[in-house]
C-alpha cells in the first residue's frame, strides 16, 4: 500500500504548466514578448554566465535577484505585463494575457 502511494504523489506535481519561456541571456529577455491564455504560466530561465538580474513588474510580480535559476509567474488576469530588470532597466519585455 504504502509503494502505490508514493507512486501516485511521484506522480503529482504542484507546479503549473509552462506557457511561455523567457531566457535572460545576453543581457536581454527572449522573446521580449509572449503571449499566454488568463491562468497560464511564464518561466524566466536565467541563463547569463553568472551575471544578476531581476525581473520585475511593479505591484505584479518580483523574482528576487537570481543569476543561475528559474523563476515562475502564473498570470490569472487579463492584460499587458510590461516587465522589466531593476538591476539592468534597458532590460523590458511584455506579457500579454488573454
Given at each position: 500500500?504504502?509503494?502505490?502511494i508514493l507512486a501516485f504523489?511521484?506522480?503529482?506535481?504542484?507546479?503549473?504548466?509552462?506557457?511561455?519561456?523567457?531566457?535572460?541571456?545576453?543581457?536581454?529577455?527572449?522573446?521580449?514578448?509572449?503571449?499566454?491564455?488568463?491562468?497560464?504560466?511564464?518561466?524566466?530561465?536565467?541563463?547569463?554566465?553568472?551575471?544578476?538580474?531581476?525581473?520585475?513588474?511593479?505591484?505584479?510580480?518580483?523574482?528576487?535577484?537570481?543569476?543561475?535559476?528559474?523563476?515562475?509567474?502564473?498570470?490569472?488576469?487579463?492584460?499587458?505585463?510590461?516587465?522589466?530588470?531593476?538591476?539592468?532597466?534597458?532590460?523590458?519585455?511584455?506579457?500579454?494575457?488573454g
Open positions: 500500500m504504502a509503494v502505490s504523489a511521484a506522480g503529482c506535481s504542484s507546479e503549473p504548466d509552462i506557457d511561455a519561456t523567457v531566457l535572460i541571456s545576453n543581457v536581454r529577455f527572449d522573446p521580449q514578448e509572449v503571449s499566454i491564455p488568463v491562468g497560464g504560466t511564464v518561466e524566466w530561465h536565467f541563463d547569463d554566465g553568472g551575471l544578476l538580474h531581476e525581473v520585475h513588474a511593479d505591484g505584479v510580480f518580483d523574482s528576487g535577484v537570481n543569476g543561475d535559476s528559474t523563476f515562475r509567474f502564473t498570470f490569472d488576469t487579463p492584460g499587458d505585463v510590461e516587465y522589466h530588470c531593476s538591476i539592468h532597466p534597458y532590460m523590458s519585455g511584455t506579457v500579454h494575457v
